[in-house]
Nanobody
Framework: LQLEESGGGLVQPGGSLRLSCAAS????????VGWFRQAPGKEREGVSC????????FYADSVKGRFTISRDNAKNTVYLQMNSLKPEDTAVYYC??????????????????????????WGQGTQVTVSS
């Protein structure tokens, strides 16, 4: 079971990037998929997550209105469209997947961005640098 991120790079403030998370060895239809990021010297944090059942999405407050998560089940791929990028968005971005997270999403109070340890499968990360 593998996840592979792509699409990172260097972009100026205010610019856009689209990250992709391609799953192989399993069907992402059964898994919630989340995006996380880790800046130098900081802990890894949740950015966004999408349900495989109903397409429900979650966003960290810091990216709401700027980032959009989506999935193409036919391609077994989840995307993160990042607009209006800021220097503070600079980080290594990781995607992660898990079936238990998907199950827990049935609870209306559950936030899939809180406990990173719940995710069993992780990609290797892609660097996003926002700088002029």
């Amino acid at each position: 079971l593998q996840l592979e991120e792509s699409g990172g790079g260097l972009v100026q403030p205010g610019g856009s990037l689209r990250l992709s998370c391609a799953a192989s060895g399993f069907s992402s239809d059964d898994y919630a998929v989340g995006w996380f990021r880790q800046a130098p010297g900081k802990e890894r944090e949740g950015v966004s997550c999408i349900s495989s059942v109903d397409g429900r999405t979650f966003y960290a407050d810091s990216v709401k209105g700027r980032f959009t998560i989506s999935r193409d089940n036919a391609k077994n791929t989840v995307y993160l469209q990042m607009n209006s990028l800021k220097p503070e968005d600079t980080a290594v971005y990781y995607c992660a997947a898990d079936t238990t997270v998907q199950i827990n999403m049935a609870s209306p109070l559950y936030n899939p961005l809180i406990d990173l340890a719940e995710y069993d499968y992780w990609g290797q990360g892609t660097q996003v640098t926002v700088s002029s």
